[in-house]
């Protein structure tokens, strides 16, 4: 095509048509523009295609990350709820003033494998952290989605650290009732094998002389409980929201591109 091009311009300077070849100069001058602009929209297109593709491979992430979360928000729920019945089972049994010893050894042993545990907080965040630590976060091009994104997962950092306090303000209180006492010999499935072996009566006997270290934890546990499972309903119906919403752009996107 180059050659031929050539081929004119020098018949045409052979024969003396300046302005005719300078005419035609032009004319290839826009021509050779008109193709670099083609060029570059194709470029351009292509680089939005690419673009569009990795948004909707992140929004696709964040939506199974965060449902997967819901389903583990549930189960601690669930997890917690459970606990509490246990707590709550061994105050009762201790504000009791009729149970057996074979009773107060099982709901204490209940509580120390079940009701002693602390609530967990463990939302998936990778996705999240490799759209902040890349600067990807940029592809996401509506920027109220892209701001909705990042105040869900400070939400995260929120309710994280509210269990952290919990944690951090127990711990202290916890402690003297595993060291003061034996309770540990209650865990049956971690540490009771550690000590020496007694009768129910003996254990049920421990149990009463340190009934007020016992009732201080379960309460401990159960207000601690409380205000976590408090704190992941809240997180999972934001959640739930915010799956909505990224649904939404995906379908939006989707549509726009049909159009």
Same mark, same amino acid.
């Given at each position: ?51 569009? %593709?990795?948004?909707?491979? =992140? ?5 199974? #990350?965060?449902?997967?979360? $819901?389903? &583990?928000?549930? /189960? ?71 701001? %909705?994104?990042?105040?869900? =997962? ?5 309710? #994280?650290?509210?269990?952290? $306090?919990? &944690?951090?303000? /127990? ?89």
């Amino acid at each position: 095509m180059i050659t031929f091009f050539r081929k004119i311009r020098q018949k045409l300077l052979s024969q003396n048509q300046i302005t005719r070849y300078l005419v035609y100069a032009l004319g290839e001058i826009v021509l050779v523009v008109i193709g670099i602009l083609i060029a570059l929209q194709i470029n351009t297109w292509n680089e939005n295609i690419k673009l569009n %593709q990795q948004q909707k491979s =992140y929004l696709t992430r964040l939506i199974q #990350e965060n449902k997967s979360d $819901v389903l &583990t928000f549930a /189960a601690e729920i669930e997890r917690l709820e459970k606990n509490s019945e246990k707590i709550a089972n061994l105050s009762s049994i201790l504000n009791s003033k009729v149970y057996s010893d074979s009773l107060l050894v099982l709901s204490t042993t209940e509580f120390i494998i079940y009701g002693s545990l602390y609530p967990s907080f463990n939302p998936s965040i990778s996705t999240y952290e490799d759209l902040s630590s890349t600067g990807n976060l940029g592809i996401i091009k509506d920027t109220g989605l892209r701001d %909705q994104i990042v105040a869900h =997962y400070k939400k995260y950092q929120a309710v #994280e650290l509210d269990f952290k $306090v919990n &944690t951090d303000w /127990a711990i202290p209180i916890d402690a003297p009732l595993f060291m003061q006492t034996d309770a540990l010999r209650f865990d049956t499935g971690l540490t009771s094998f550690l000590f020496s072996e007694i009768s129910v009566g003996t254990m049920a006997d421990e149990i009463k002389a340190n009934q007020e270290l016992y009732l201080r934890n379960a309460a401990l546990h159960y207000w601690i409980n409380k205000d976590c499972i408090r704190l992941l309903n809240e997180i999972n119906a934001e959640t739930l929201i915010f799956i909505n919403h990224l649904e939404d752009s995906i379908k939006s996107d989707k549509k726009s591109s049909k159009e």
